[in-house]
């Protein structure tokens, strides 16, 4: 295993594992979660002893999390209280992607305003789901057919206005969605970093390195010349390997007996896999074919050996099926974990998503 993997495995939790799921969010800042339960396991799989869905929900009914548009234009789950200041550097640039896309929804600031003015007078006492919002989208004549109700919650996400924080519970299953809540009210007052750009470079680093100035412009969205510009302002926070790599300047302290040839089972659109621009040193050409992202821009969850990928995995969440055992699909005989390896990965999974 080389070095780089090695400090990887460490600085993303996988062998130095935060105590809660909460704690390995702050560390990681945000990982990403337009699938609901992937974004919750991304924690769980950080996190010490055996972590469990209900724990991580509650982080979000107490509002320590919540999962909005953080940058890129995707859904991340991220603390609460970093939130504001992450947005303050990426909020214009993610609405100026969306312009095009909103001017062909017939989508301008005018029926954003109002839209947010419907919105807040209906989510002043409580949240409401994504099917209520549209509801009311209805009432006050907006259709939000077309992705249009899709992309004005979007904007709305971005300005700040909105999150997603509740989970919205189901008996004896795995919850997929959450209430909407007005940002101002759900949102706990912090003080921001005084250098938000410089923190978000620090905090991938801590996160995700070791990793380059292109790693950090790819994972943030930011163009290549602002990412620069952040890694110069935070450079005397973190520590920079040879030719131009960063690890964080305090590292997470390794578990006792952590096994960096460990077999772990990773989400979909894991950390550790899509936050790189160049990802060949966790994966081969064919294994990042099969992984994704495909066409549909999909990234399957991975079965993760020695801090490589060595196979994919799948698990039903659907009513029913959670209970059933998650199947693994290796890519490699010649060279696949144990099987009681990946078993046992995969069992910390099923255990994780129990519902009880």
Do not use: C
Request: hydrophobic share 45%; proline share 5%; aromatic share 6%.
């Amino acid at each position: 295993m080389t070095a780089l993997l090695r400090e990887r495995l460490r600085s993303h939790r996988l062998t130095a594992p935060a105590r809660t799921p909460v704690a390995a969010a702050r560390h990681m800042l945000a990982v990403q979660a337009q699938e609901f339960l992937a974004g919750r396991w991304a924690l769980g799989v950080r996190s010490s002893g055996a972590p469990t869905l209900a724990a991580v929900d509650a982080a979000f009914d107490r509002g320590e999390l919540v999962r909005t548009h953080t940058m890129r234009g995707t859904l991340h789950v991220i603390p609460a209280e970093d939130v504001r200041w992450v947005l303050s550097v990426t909020g214009d640039r993610q609405l100026r992607q969306d312009a095009s896309r909103q001017r062909q929804l017939g989508i301008d600031d005018a029926l954003v305003a109002r839209v947010e003015a419907a919105f807040r007078e209906r989510l002043a006492e409580e949240g409401r789901t994504r099917a209520q919002l549209f509801d009311d989208l209805v009432e006050i004549g907006v259709d939000p057919s077309g992705q249009r109700g899709v992309h004005l919650i979007y904007a709305l996400n971005v300005r700040g206005v909105l999150v997603q924080g509740p989970v919205v519970h189901r008996d004896d299953a795995v919850s997929r969605e959450q209430l909407f809540m007005l940002a101002e009210e759900w949102i706990p007052e912090s003080v921001p970093p005084t250098d938000p750009l410089a923190e978000f470079f620090v905090r991938f680093i801590d996160g995700h390195g070791p990793a380059t100035v292109d790693d950090f412009a790819w994972w943030s969205g930011l163009p290549i010349t602002v990412a620069r510009e952040a890694a110069e302002r935070g450079r005397a926070r973190v520590t920079e390997q040879d030719d131009g790599v960063f690890v964080g300047a305090v590292r997470p302290r390794r578990a006792a007996g952590a096994d960096d040839a460990a077999t772990l089972a990773l989400p979909m659109f894991d950390e550790y896999y899509i936050s790189y621009a160049d990802r060949s040193s966790v994966a081969s050409p064919d294994s990042m074919a099969l992984i994704g992202p495909g066409k549909n821009g999909m990234v399957r969850a991975s079965l993760l050996t020695a801090g490589r990928i060595a196979g994919a995995w799948t698990h039903s969440a659907a009513v029913g099926r959670h209970r059933e055992d998650p199947v693994a699909e290796l890519f490699d005989e010649e060279q696949a974990p144990d099987p009681g390896a990946v078993a046992a990965a995969l069992r910390r999974y099923a255990d994780f998503v129990s519902v009880h």
